[in-house]
């Protein structure tokens, strides 16, 4: 008769981890790499940025162990949820990269000072007027944008505003500014 296996404590291991306990980290990976790189595969659809998630995740697995609370939920969920936050930021950033097009692009370089000092297209002044026309909070949420590369939840919070309000300032910001640089 086969004795019930051991269940693997998540929670012990990431006490260890917070103490610096590399053998626990390996426990860990060994016990969830693979899944862990099922869910960033299934979420980013590319086994290389799964790969990258995966190692990334650890590393903050590693790095923020000592701040798991087992009184927000389980220790492995934790680990989950740092995977697939990780995931979902991925496929953000890479939807910002492709979502702009070429007025955006080059207003945002523009307002960056261009590459190696050169204008963009002549007239790059134009992007400042045109900036000037927002409103001050529409305009602080076009900078942080695409100046300061910050999210939407982040210029929410800067600006005390609520998400939704951001991304409308935005949306119709981008649309002056395109009808404006035409």
Not at 9 to 25: E, K, S, T, V
Not at 112 to 118: A, E, K, T, V
Not at 160 to 171: D, E, F, Q, S
């Amino acid at each position: 008769m086969n004795s019930p296996a051991v269940p693997f404590d998540f929670q012990r291991c990431l006490q260890a981890c917070a103490q610096g306990d590399r053998p626990a980290l390996q426990a860990l990976y060994d016990h969830e790499g693979a899944r862990l790189l099922g869910v960033a595969r299934r979420i980013v659809q590319d086994d290389a940025t799964a790969e990258d998630i995966v190692h990334d995740a650890f590393i903050r697995i590693w790095t923020r162990a000592a701040s798991f609370d087992p009184a927000r939920g389980s220790a492995r969920g934790w680990i989950y949820s740092i995977t697939r936050h990780l995931a979902l930021n991925s496929i953000r950033a890479s939807r910002r990269e492709t979502e702009f097009d070429d007025v955006e692009v080059d207003a945002a370089l523009a307002m960056r000072g261009g590459l190696d000092g050169m204008d963009l297209w002549s007239g790059s002044a134009k992007i400042y007027r045109c900036l000037e026309q927002l409103q001050p909070a529409p305009q602080r949420c076009i900078l942080h944008a695409y100046v300061d590369g910050c999210s939407h939840a982040e210029i929410a919070s800067l600006l005390g505003a609520p998400l939704g309000t951001v991304k409308a300032w935005i949306k119709r910001s981008l649309k002056a500014l395109r009808e404006c640089l035409e």
